[in-house]
Each structure stands twice: as C-alpha cells, then as structure tokens.
C-alpha cells in the first residue's frame, strides 16, 4: 500500500472513534478542510472540540506544507528572470507552482489552532481529541483551552488576532457574533456555524444575523448551506468580514495579469533569497524593505503600457 494512502488510511481509523453520528460532521469536517486549503488561514479558533478538530489540525499542517514547496518553486521558476533581467511573462505564470502572487509568499507560513471545550457536554467525544491528535502526531498543532467560551477569550493571546477562521459548534453561535464579532479579520476574517437552520431558535439567529447585515451594510457577507436531508445537525452558516476588506486587482481586462511593479518586485525578492547563502527567511525579512522601494520606484517612472498593481 502507498505511504500515503496508509496515512490517509490512519488518519481516517482515528478520526472514526470521534465521530459521533448525532452530531452530523460527516460531511462538514472534510469540507472545513477543504476550506483551510482555500483561505489558508493563519490563525484558526475552533469552539467546540470533536470529530473536527484532527481535520482542521491536519489541512492546516498540510497547507504549511504546500506552501513551503510552492515559495521554493517560485522562486526556482523565477531565478532565470533575475539572472537575465527579463521581464515576468505568461510562460512564468502558467509554470509549476502556476498562478501564485508572490506577495503572500514573502512571510513564512505558520499557522495556529486554539480550541476551546470545557468538556462539559457527555455526548460530545471532546475528551478524547487530545489523545487522538496525539495519535496523529498533530498534537503540537493545537492549542487547547479549557473553558467556555465567556471565559476563554480573554485568555487568547494579544499576538493571536485576528482570528482569521472560526469554527462554531457550540449553542454559543448569538454570542459569539456579539461579543467576538472584532476579533476576527476585517480583512476577509471567516465564521462558520453549525446548525443554526431547521428549528426555531437557530432560525431566530439567522434572522437577528440578517438584520445586523441590513444595518451594517458592506460589513460582511453571509451564506447557509442546508443538508435538507437530515432532520437535524443539518447546516453550515458562513459569514465573511468585509469592513477592512482590501481590495485586490491581479489582472487587466481580458486577464492579463499585472507582472511589473510590486509582483516583479516580490517575485525577485524570493529568488534571491533562494540565490543568498543565509537561511531563506532571514533573507526575506532582509530584501521585504527593498521590494517595496523598488515598487514605488517602477510606479514613479513613466508608463510604458505595463499597468501597476493596486
């Protein structure tokens, strides 16, 4: 059997023993994963321990992965451009690791998981997540604080936030939107939470959610996913922060992505830091200042038809 399916095989076995069929993760703890590989956050809050927990701790090690690998091979693809002084092109966006910006490359990638259960619900297979991800080898993956959520936010720490996905799977969804509401990303910060479709109380949530969005308009966006074929434990609500949503434009009409000025710069930036002697990181930190300047200097010279990015 393939090393990695043997681990996909493990991986599976374990998270098995924690998944209680009444509470109906089934379907939802892949798809968190999946959304992990999506956003890549850095810093994640789970509230409520259980069947999820090991796939969050497991796409957030995957993902750091990843992007080890895609930083090294941007900078590879792009070592025969700094060599030459050639301009970025089409062929450097569609070669492997393809379509990257290499600005969200410039900082390493570490990310967190801090979950929050005081082990108070008997049917819930908390208790034993701690064991499991020990199993896993993700134990070091996750922060575990033992406490309900009215006591546990204080004791995040300040270099913590903001949270950057929220995982909600407790009855503390109506609190949690009114008194953590800031500590997740203006920036495009994600909440998902459980079941709040299908009965009375979860339906008088949605509705207090919707009016909060038609008195904040362009605060955030929300989103319910309904499994209608189950009777409860049957959806999944997604609200995402927009307040201090930056806005991102890669590309000109017809797609032509804008290869000059920051995206040059910063792809330069990781070349040479894979061309220096010193460890990569240290490198980065050392060249950020002056891919910035360079930057600003490609935006103060006249225009030759290669538009800046924004």
Same mark, same amino acid.
């Given at each position: 059997m393939p090393?990695?399916?043997?681990?996909?095989?493990?991986f599976?076995a374990?998270?098995?023993?924690?998944?209680m069929?009444g509470m109906g993760?089934?379907v939802?703890?892949?798809?968190?994963?999946?959304?992990?590989h999506l956003v890549?956050?850095?810093?994640v809050?789970?509230i409520g321990?259980?069947?999820?927990?090991?796939?969050l701790a497991?796409?957030?090690?995957e993902?750091?992965?990843?992007?080890?690998?895609?930083t090294e091979?941007l900078a590879r693809k #792009?070592?025969?451009?700094?060599a030459d002084?050639?301009?970025?092109?089409?062929?450097?966006?569609?070669a492997?690791?393809a379509l990257?910006?290499p600005?969200?490359?410039?900082?390493?990638?570490?990310?967190r998981l801090?979950?929050?259960d005081?082990?108070?619900?008997s049917?819930?297979?908390?208790?034993?997540? #701690?064991?499991a991800?020990?199993?896993?080898?993700?134990?070091d993956?996750v922060t575990v604080v033992?406490?309900?959520?009215?006591?546990?936010?204080?004791?995040?720490?300040?270099?913590?936030?903001p949270i950057?996905f929220?995982w909600v799977d407790?009855?503390?969804?109506?609190?949690?939107f009114?008194?953590c509401?800031?500590?997740i990303?203006?920036?495009g910060g994600?909440v998902v939470?459980?079941?709040?479709? #299908?009965?009375p109380?979860g339906?008088?949530?949605?509705?207090?959610?919707a009016?909060s969005?038609?008195?904040?308009p362009?605060?955030f966006e929300?989103l319910s996913l309904?499994?209608s074929?189950?009777?409860r434990?049957n959806?999944?609500t997604?609200l995402r922060?927009?307040s201090?949503a930056?806005?991102r434009?890669y590309?000109?009409t017809?797609?032509?992505p804008?290869?000059?000025?920051r995206v040059r710069?910063?792809?330069?930036?990781?070349a040479?830091?894979?061309?220096?002697?010193?460890?990569p990181s240290e490198?980065l930190r050392?060249?950020?200042d002056?891919?910035r300047?360079a930057?600003?200097r490609?935006s103060?010279?006249?225009d030759?038809?290669?538009?800046?990015q924004?």
């Amino acid at each position: 059997m393939p090393r990695e399916a043997a681990s996909d095989e493990r991986f599976r076995a374990v998270v098995e023993r924690l998944r209680m069929p009444g509470m109906g993760t089934e379907v939802v703890a892949p798809l968190l994963a999946s959304l992990i590989h999506l956003v890549r956050p850095r810093r994640v809050l789970e509230i409520g321990m259980g069947h999820t927990t090991p796939y969050l701790a497991r796409a957030l090690a995957e993902v750091e992965e990843l992007v080890a690998a895609e930083t090294e091979g941007l900078a590879r693809k #792009t070592l025969p451009y700094l060599a030459d002084g050639r301009e970025l092109d089409e062929e450097w966006v569609e070669a492997e690791p393809a379509l990257l910006t290499p600005s969200e490359y410039l900082e390493p990638f570490r990310p967190r998981l801090v979950a929050i259960d005081d082990f108070s619900d008997s049917g819930s297979s908390a208790p034993q997540v #701690t064991r499991a991800l020990d199993e896993l080898g993700l134990a070091d993956r996750v922060t575990v604080v033992n406490a309900d959520l009215r006591n546990a936010v204080e004791r995040l720490p300040e270099e913590w936030r903001p949270i950057d996905f929220a995982w909600v799977d407790a009855w503390d969804c109506l609190y949690f939107f009114e008194n953590c509401w800031e500590l997740i990303d203006p920036d495009g910060g994600i909440v998902v939470m459980h079941y709040l479709m #299908t009965y009375p109380e979860g339906e008088a949530i949605l509705r207090y959610i919707a009016e909060s969005q038609r008195l904040r308009p362009g605060e955030f966006e929300v989103l319910s996913l309904l499994e209608s074929h189950k009777l409860r434990q049957n959806s999944m609500t997604v609200l995402r922060r927009t307040s201090g949503a930056t806005p991102r434009e890669y590309s000109d009409t017809g797609q032509r992505p804008r290869l000059g000025g920051r995206v040059r710069a910063d792809a330069l930036t990781l070349a040479r830091s894979l061309a220096a002697p010193v460890a990569p990181s240290e490198e980065l930190r050392k060249a950020r200042d002056v891919s910035r300047a360079a930057a600003v200097r490609t935006s103060a010279a006249p225009d030759t038809g290669r538009r800046e990015q924004a």
